[in-house]
């Protein structure tokens, strides 16, 4: 699995930066829209051991539920942003933003 990120969401992404500091990512695929990624400023979701760190985008640490791993370890995402409104936690929200997962099977 590998984790990459669209131009439009590294910009978003520096722009969250500029506001809020470093920051992190987190999918768990649980309630409150969790399947979709969310974005909090680094440290303030407490990751633990059924979190696994499955890389980086623009620097910011990206952290997805083992369940949801589990189930897609032969995929690669890409992290893209789509006007809208998503998870109420996340700090894109007041940007008219959303952060969203587009994925492809890897070829072994």
């Keep these: 699995m590998k984790v990459t990120t669209t131009e439009a969401c590294k910009a978003l992404?520096?722009?969250?930066?500029?506001?809020?500091?470093d920051l992190m990512f987190h999918q768990s695929g649980g309630c409150c829209d969790g399947?979709?990624?969310m974005c909090y400023p680094l440290g303030e979701f407490k990751v633990g051991g059924?979190?696994?760190l499955i890389g980086e985008i623009a620097g910011c640490p990206f952290y997805m539920g083992k369940a949801q791993h589990?189930?897609?370890q032969n995929t690669?995402?890409?992290i893209d942003v789509v006007d809208g409104r998503g998870a109420?936690?996340?700090l894109e929200i007041p940007e008219g933003k959303r952060f969203i997962v587009?994925?492809?099977i890897c070829s072994i």
């Design 102 to 104: 587009r994925s492809e």
């Design 88 to 90: 109420s936690f996340s």
């Design 50 to 52: 059924q979190d696994v």
């Design 35 to 37: 399947s979709s990624p």
């Design 70 to 72: 589990q189930l897609w």
């Design 13 to 21: 992404i520096e722009l969250l930066k500029s506001k809020h500091g």
């Design 76 to 78: 690669d995402l890409t």
